[in-house]
């Protein structure tokens, strides 16, 4: 986990540590959401300006890994002797880290240096698959292009791979999602005889019923960098909408937008939803114990409750995303899930794409995986390892297969992170006392700023 990319611990408090080192398992994508800027599906008659170097077959591959992904890549040069390679560790772009932008920078000037694979996360491909200078080639190979069989890149769960596409090619293969699910205290809900809601109004009602019936109980925050990545994207916000690759749609007073910030609002007010984050300092100690549920990402339930809560194990539950009443379609968000990329200037492509396409894809790697995998067969392999699922109170192969598939594309990929403007704008505003509605003009304005600087077009409709 961000867990992934992860983006998203750093900028968690200390005082939960156990879970902020989690979040980094997750890769988040605190960095920016991840849907990408072109949604189309590649095509096998798209052309590609792609050419390989010369090939070198047998030659060393350079791998850069971060220190969670660090034993996989180890596992497969254990478990692959004949293929020679370097292993580097390096931070994989999380905390927003531009690291491995400014080195492919200097190595596009210097000629030289560029690594074989690398992981990092969604933002890293907004660059990594254009030239970062008139003449150099992009840095990220267009991974369909005769490197990964498309049976292969069928078999990601539906929209994972988005993150990873531009102009029609796939530039990626992700590494694992973070999808964003209702979790529950599924103890304290059959105690208190509370049916697990199906819709955000259930959600809404329940959530006020709790805090009047049981005051201090909790059923979410709105308090962390990336709360707003679980609420607002699983509403279908147009907050981060690349209408072209060069244009933004931000609009916060859509009625998606404004509906989320309502009910929220709403909570807030009873306090059933707290103003502080889950991962804020203190937060576990004083109130850990009163999360009756909490609408997060897939990761939460082993590193929130059972890492940074320390609830007991066969208390916490997982259901799936929530409705809105007379909307038959869910939708989801994601907090978290990182990427391998290949590099176009590798002179062993063979082995290169051979150890991403292993790496993400593979049962015997990612069934010990820390987080949820992207793959679809490799996520079931995953939900059968009793290390995944005997901490839960049910079983959370259902919720979460299904979750997998409904992380909304609206939310786009960008250049920059998405919770910059959360973090900076809204919750010092709620801090402060202000509501949501009230905020979002401020919100938005932000984020239309920031987009400004890094390039784009912004339009509100």
């Not at 999808?179 to 208190?192: A, E, F, G, I, P």
């Not at 990761?299 to 799936?320: N, S």
Request: proline share 6%; glycine share 8%.
């Amino acid at each position: 986990m961000e867990s992934s990319r992860s983006p998203r611990t750093g900028r968690r408090h200390s005082l939960l540590r156990t879970a902020a080192v989690a979040l980094s398992l997750a890769t988040a994508a605190t960095l920016a959401g991840c849907a990408s800027a072109d949604t189309t599906t590649p095509s096998s008659s798209k052309q590609s300006a792609f050419k390989p170097v010369t090939q070198k077959e047998g030659s060393q591959i350079t791998v850069w890994a971060d220190s969670t992904r660090l034993p996989s890549v180890q596992a497969y040069q254990k478990s692959h002797p004949d293929v020679k390679m370097k292993i580097v560790t390096y931070d994989g772009g999380a905390d927003g880290s531009t690291y491995l932008q400014s080195k492919v920078q200097l190595f596009d000037r210097t000629g030289s240096g560029w690594p074989d694979v690398v992981f990092g996360t969604p933002t890293d491909v907004t660059w990594a698959s254009e030239a970062t200078k008139p003449g150099a080639r992009p840095f990220a190979a267009p991974l369909d292009e005769k490197l990964v069989p498309q049976s292969t890149l069928d078999g990601f769960a539906k929209g994972s791979l988005t993150p990873c596409q531009f102009d029609g090619h796939t530039y990626c293969l992700r590494n694992d999602i973070a999808q964003v699910v209702l979790w529950y205290n599924k103890s304290l809900m059959d105690k208190w005889g509370y049916q697990v809601p199906t819709t955000w109004e259930e959600y809404e009602a329940l959530g006020k019923k709790v805090a009047k019936d049981h005051p201090g109980y909790l059923v979410g925050s709105v308090g962390d960098t990336n709360s707003h990545e679980s609420y607002f994207w699983s509403g279908q916000c147009p907050a981060f909408d690349l209408v072209k690759p060069d244009t933004l749609r931000t609009d916060l007073q859509d009625p998606k937008c404004t509906r989320m910030a309502k009910l929220l609002d709403n909570l807030i007010s009873a306090k059933a939803v707290a103003t502080q984050g889950f991962f804020s300092q203190g937060f576990a100690k004083n109130s850990g114990s009163k999360v009756l549920m909490a609408y997060g990402p897939s990761w939460y339930g082993q590193y929130l409750f059972k890492a940074g809560f320390k609830t007991p194990a066969k208390q916490i539950a997982a259901a799936p995303p929530l409705t809105w009443a007379g909307e038959s379609k869910a939708a989801t968000g994601n907090v978290g899930g990182g990427v391998w990329m290949v590099s176009s200037h590798s002179a062993n492509l063979k082995a290169s794409t051979d150890l991403v396409t292993w790496l993400t894809t593979s049962d015997e790697n990612q069934a010990a995986a820390p987080t949820y995998p992207a793959y679809t067969q490799a996520a079931k392999a995953w939900l059968g390892n009793p290390a995944n699922r005997n901490y839960f109170a049910n079983d959370v192969s259902e919720p979460f297969e299904q979750a997998a598939n409904e992380v909304w594309t609206g939310w786009s990929n960008t250049r920059f992170s998405d919770s910059t403007a959360w973090s900076s704008v809204v919750l010092p505003a709620l801090t402060s006392g202000k509501s949501l509605t009230d905020t979002l003009p401020a919100w938005q304005q932000e984020i239309a700023d920031e987009a400004k600087t890094q390039g784009y077009k912004v339009v509100d409709q």
